[in-house]
């Protein structure tokens, strides 16, 4: 056989294509090999490149692969597409992300850790059960409202409505049923989400990092918590710009001939960690809005008078973001005098 210099990879459970090539980027490799096969084949191949698409267990095979000496590199899934053929299956896609990482320019996920991914796991945990959350009491409110009994918005009033339904004696016996469990299945998810909050200030608690980051008006230990979780290296990014744009916050670019369009954000990252940053500006906005806060940003005070408040949560989450990468690049600490700038005087 050649030598190998690339080999790519399409995963699944039972079943790994591969597409290998050599120096003269000419195929040598074509192989469908079952699990166990695939292990021995690679045990056995010299020290190469492998390719894989970031998606369910590539972390956990970046590892494995990596500890019989491999080079392992993850595509993400949007970037391996356009160099997919026509016709879409395992042998094409095994060779589109062979391909596409003989890209100079092309970049590639950070293989996690065991660590980074019991920690992401406690994070999808809590938005999984806020999700729960979120159907329960749209559920009980939904059915609450066909026998005519109401309550005001928000999980702090699902615990009045349930007390009105066990108390209306016109309810039919069959809907108390049903409402009896739906207030148990809600109960369950409250104690589960509060032991989630738990873990997750107790493991704030231990980072460093994270406690700088809250430091940040808008940012509390839960954000700061999965800001750290959710961010790979801080110092594969560039810039801050590189950053907010990882997380969707930067403007869609729509320029041609010379002329700039930039329209709304491209939303292409974390969706939870994105809002939660946009939850954290609306807070700040909430407070200046209503002279709650000290500090005034001027910038953000100006730009309030110009624009909708929605429209300056979103710039401000950019901001925020753009702060929360150099803190953790830099190691720095957040300094409050140079992120606000002295009031001109009249």
């Given at each position: ?9 399409d995963?699944?459970?039972r079943?790994?294509?591969?597409h ?116 329960l ?11 005519g009994?109401?309550?005001?918005k ?24 049903v ?50 979780m ?13 950053y ?70 979103v ?32």
């Amino acid at each position: 056989m050649e030598k190998i210099s690339r080999i790519g990879m399409d995963t699944s459970k039972r079943i790994f294509q591969l597409h290998g090539v050599d120096g003269a980027e000419q195929p040598v490799v074509r192989k469908k090999l079952p699990r166990d096969r695939m292990i021995a084949f690679f045990k056995a191949l010299p020290p190469t490149v492998v390719v894989l698409e970031a998606c369910g267990a590539s972390h956990h095979w970046a590892r494995v692969l990596g500890a019989m000496g491999h080079t392992v590199k993850l595509i993400a899934p949007q970037l391996a597409k356009p160099y997919l053929k026509r016709g879409k299956n395992d042998a094409a896609d095994a060779e589109a992300l062979c391909e596409a990482a003989s890209r100079p320019t092309m970049r590639y996920v950070a293989v996690k850790t065991v660590d980074q991914q019991a920690d992401l796991m406690l994070a999808a945990m809590r938005e999984r059960l806020l999700r729960q959350r979120v159907q329960l009491a749209n559920a009980i409110r939904g059915h609450a409202a066909e026998f005519g009994l109401i309550a005001a918005k928000g999980a702090s009033h699902v615990a009045e409505l349930l007390a009105m339904v066990q108390a209306d004696a016109a309810l039919p016996r069959l809907a108390r049923q049903v409402f009896a469990g739906l207030a148990a299945d809600y109960a369950h998810v409250e104690t589960q989400l509060a032991a989630a909050d738990a873990e997750l200030r107790a493991w704030y608690k231990q980072n460093a990092v994270a406690q700088r980051l809250t430091q940040i008006p808008g940012v509390g230990p839960v954000v700061a918590a999965t800001l750290v979780m959710k961010t790979p290296d801080p110092k594969a990014f560039a810039s801050g710009r590189d950053y907010a744009a990882w997380l969707g916050l930067t403007p869609k670019d729509h320029s041609t001939a010379g002329r700039t369009r930039l329209g709304r954000i491209t939303r292409a990252g974390d969706e939870t960690l994105r809002s939660l940053l946009v939850v954290g500006a609306t807070a700040v906005i909430w407070q200046t809005r209503r002279g709650a806060t000290r500090r005034v940003m001027p910038w953000l005070a100006s730009l309030l008078a110009r624009k909708p408040p929605k429209l300056a949560a979103v710039a401000l989450a950019n901001k925020i973001a753009r702060v929360a990468w150099k803190l953790m690049a830099s190691g720095e600490a957040y300094d409050i005098n140079h992120a606000a700038p002295k009031p001109a005087t009249a």
